[in-house]
């Protein structure tokens, strides 16, 4: 049953029309598009759009997958959200934006910058995996034999308390300081978003989707040769994506590197503030120049 299940949502994916999910808030002339990590979705930057909104019209994103946008997806997973966002992009008429993703959307975000940068006028790069080799600890989580055992293990566990501890569990990796005032939001996403345990289940044959997309691009290389302005940002306590070479890799190349002290996976969560205080003044200059 476990393999037919695993099969089953192989060739749901491949048959259906991916579409994001697309929430529109904030106001001004400039448009920003926010790109949200694995697993997440456009509630994890709660703590930031009422800032970004007095300055901005905002797109927050959930990619195919995630959150309420469609549970397929399409192959290769990282073209494919790129296509979706060019989509949104032209549809919308409000090119070039400002793109801020987190994690898997920052990767997703510097790839639209690569292959579309007329409809990108700045990136932030926030937490981004596959500056260096994807930790081992990803590719045996998000494994077939994981999954498997995963799914024998749950049959008998309700749904509601497989998503909690779900919530739990990414709350804890995701964030340094994860019981702090609002990050409930982190948890409690899991009860709406994923209110099927098929549909919690699904985030395994997703995440490996997720790191075949991500170990096929030079992001290096990408982040060097990006043609736009980027600012790369970290946690200084993620334990996803460490930030420890962050600075080390960019050292000399026209790239700020900002790390948050005191802070997690997820810095728009961790760190609104902070987050806000870096961001902010890098992407108003550019739009300025874009102008």
Request: charged share 20%; aromatic share 6%; proline share 8%.
């Amino acid at each position: 049953m476990a393999r037919n299940s695993v099969t089953k949502q192989t060739a749901t994916k491949q048959s259906e029309k991916p579409r994001l999910h697309v929430e529109r808030s904030g106001s001004g002339d400039a448009t920003m598009l926010l790109i949200h990590g694995f697993s997440d979705n456009k509630s994890t930057w709660h703590k930031v759009t009422p800032s970004l909104g007095r300055r901005y019209r905002l797109l927050s994103v959930d990619l195919p997958g995630f959150g309420k946008a469609s549970p397929n997806w399409s192959e290769p997973l990282i073209p494919g959200y790129v296509e979706l966002l060019r989509e949104l992009i032209e549809t919308e008429g409000c090119g070039p934006v400002a793109v801020i993703g987190n994690s898997l959307g920052a990767v997703t975000a510097l790839a639209l910058a690569s292959a579309h940068p007329t409809l990108v006028s700045s990136l932030v790069l926030a937490d981004m995996p596959g500056i260096d080799r994807l930790p081992r600890l990803w590719q045996v989580a998000l494994s077939t034999p994981t999954e498997l055992a995963l799914r024998a293990a749950t049959v008998p566990v309700p749904a509601a308390l497989l998503q909690k501890a779900i919530g739990i569990v990414y709350a804890g990796a995701s964030m340094r300081h994860p019981l702090q005032p609002g990050s409930a939001t982190v948890r409690t996403s899991f009860d709406t978003h994923y209110a099927e345990k098929s549909r919690v289940l699904g985030l395994f044959p997703l995440g490996r989707s997720v790191l075949r997309g991500i170990a096929e691009l030079p992001i290096r290389a990408m982040v060097l040769d990006s043609p736009v302005p980027t600012m790369l940002l970290w946690g200084q306590y993620d334990l996803l994506t460490p930030s420890r070479k962050a600075r080390s890799f960019f050292a000399g190349a026209l790239r700020r590197v900002v790390v948050i002290a005191d802070c997690g996976h997820c810095p728009q969560l961790d760190k609104p503030a902070e987050f806000l205080d870096a961001v902010l003044p890098f992407v108003r200059t550019r739009v300025r120049l874009a102008g």
